[in-house]
């Protein structure tokens, strides 16, 4: 007799490797993911200080919050902030431009 086909080991063989490669990929593209949201959450933070800056030269003040630079037109209207609440906050000080909240970076 010549049958042809796949035995069970060798079906049971193909899905456990398949199942293994499926697993890699997940991870890989897991953590592609975190480094991106990490990555994208630093530059908000990073545009949000340098709106600060306009906003500190322009005013005597020391600490200004999301919202009024959000309300103050210190952003475009392009500028994407969903990482950022408004009441976080940019403190100036002689040491430089702080940023205090509950901004979602890791």
Do not use: H, P, W
């Not at 049958?3 to 069970?8: I, S």
């Not at 193909?14 to 890699?24: D, G, T």
């Not at 906003?55 to 209207?77: A, C, D, H, Q, R």
């Amino acid at each position: 007799m010549n049958n042809k086909g796949f035995t069970l080991i060798e079906l049971l063989a193909v899905v456990v490797i398949l199942s293994m490669i499926s697993l890699v990929v997940v991870g890989s593209i897991s953590s592609s993911l975190n480094r991106r949201s990490t990555k994208e959450c630093e530059e908000q933070k990073e545009l949000a200080k340098n709106a600060a800056k306009i906003y500190f030269s322009l005013n005597n003040e020391t600490i200004v919050t999301i919202s009024t630079l959000k309300s103050g037109g210190y952003f475009n209207e392009k500028s994407k902030l969903d990482k950022l609440k408004n009441a976080d906050t940019i403190t100036f000080s002689n040491a430089g431009y702080t940023f205090t909240g509950t901004g979602t970076c890791k």
